[in-house]
């Protein structure tokens, strides 16, 4: 493990948990973004982020290339609700493990994931349609419930389309009249 990347692991996941946090305050639900990605910070996450760290990509993909799987991530997406892969059980009907429809406020949480991600990763290039881009890339692949992945999707063509204020605006005012979508 180098030293520097300790330091430079803590720099990422800590300005990518205050952008979530700020959008989380944005979106009318401050007090899930302020316990957002707390986990990143347990030894079962954080120093395999210090030893897979690159600065490029996401320390999970190299622990992956190297193990096959990603210790850290199942670690982490079974302990943060806003991540669709959470969100999955055994069922009687199908005898397997399919997705579960997400509550509302994780897929909001799950939006400022998402938003805050593209902006810290993509930098000075982002734009408010790369959180929609990176979202449909995947979208053929993805093990998530039809009606998550399209409230999901509504939320990111809406930042795509109108931008960042009018999103989040539109975020509080429907958190604020519905428990569901």
Known sequence: MKPE??????????RHRHAVIRNCGKAGILWQGLRHDLSKYTPAEFLPGVRYYQGTRSPNEQERDEKGYSAAWMHHKGRNRHHFEYWTDYSPKTRRIEPVKMPLRYVVEMFCDRVAAS???GGKNYTDDAPLRYFLKGKATRRIHP????????????????????TFAWIRRYLATHNDY
């Open 5 to 14: 990347n300790l330091i430079k692991h803590f720099r990422t996941i800590t």
């Open 119 to 121: 902006r810290i990763y």
């Open 147 to 166: 009606e998550t992945s399209a409230f999901l999707e509504r939320l990111l063509r809406m930042l795509a389309d109108r931008g960042e204020a009018y």
